[in-house]
């Protein structure tokens, strides 16, 4: 099963990298979420409900569930949190929460930073609008355990929320088949952001921490 870290690095999308070089493409700052985030999510804070059992993972919380597996990505050398890796239903979901301004939203800006990166990795990607809205699914070259060249599938989806954005890259079973497909979205919409009241520059990842019933930060653990 592909893991979506090794699509799309985690600390490609940090702070200063996810300054978009937009030419002569329009530069829409209106955010882009479904309808119905502050009701069927991914949720604010204040918008979850604290009789739930989250797992608190500072910035993000997630809902636990049979058959999820939980894994801390760490930045080397800073040995920073910066992105969460979910395994659940045969598939991969990578979720980063970034701080947004309040009433301008990322997505647009950062969908088009992902178009350059995948291209210039000799990947293809396609638009589309999906469950969350606007959304990319690229095709990505790599190297199988064989070393033979292959190709991995990955869904890139995002989500502005009250001053913050969250991102997700879907791989694994979820690329192909509608039941993970479903399972995984529901599992994205179940992810709560803990954006704070710190002032934080919009682009920065919101910060991140490691569960103490977690062995260390590359561990993987069942929730």
């Known amino acids: ?33 479904p309808e119905n985030r502050a009701t069927d999510g991914p949720f604010d804070a204040d918008e979850a409900n ?7 993972l500072g910035g993000i919380k997630i809902l636990p569930r049979e058959g999820l597996q939980l894994r801390l990505e760490v930045e080397e050398g800073t040995q920073r949190v910066v992105a969460v890796g979910l395994d659940f239903a045969g598939s991969t979901l990578q979720i980063q929460a970034f701080a947004a301004p309040r009433s301008t939203g990322l997505w647009h800006d950062i969908r088009e930073q992902i178009r350059q990166q995948i291209t210039g990795q000799g990947g293809s990607l396609t638009e589309r ?18 070393g033979k060249p292959v ?63 977690t062995a260390g930060p590359s561990a993987t653990t069942a929730i």
Do not use: C, H
Not at 4 to 24: F, K, P, Q, S
Not at 130 to 144: D, Q
Not at 158 to 179: H, N, Q
């Open 1 to 33: 099963m592909a893991d979506a870290a090794d699509i799309v690095d985690a600390t490609e999308l940090d702070a200063g990298e996810l300054e978009v070089t937009r030419g002569d493409a329009p530069a829409p700052d209106a955010k882009s979420a």
């Open 50 to 56: 604290p009789a739930r059992p989250y797992v608190d």
């Open 129 to 146: 609008d999906g469950a969350f809205g606007p959304e990319l699914v690229a095709e990505v070259p790599a190297v199988g355990p064989d």
């Open 151 to 213: 190709s991995r599938l990955a869904r890139f989806i995002g989500v502005d929320g009250p001053r913050w954005f969250l991102r997700g890259v879907i791989a694994g079973d979820a690329m192909t088949s509608d039941d993970a497909q479903a399972a995984v979205e529901e599992l994205f919409r179940s992810v709560v952001v803990v954006r704070g009241n710190s002032p934080m520059p919009p682009r920065d990842l919101i910060p991140l921490s490691i569960p103490k019933t």
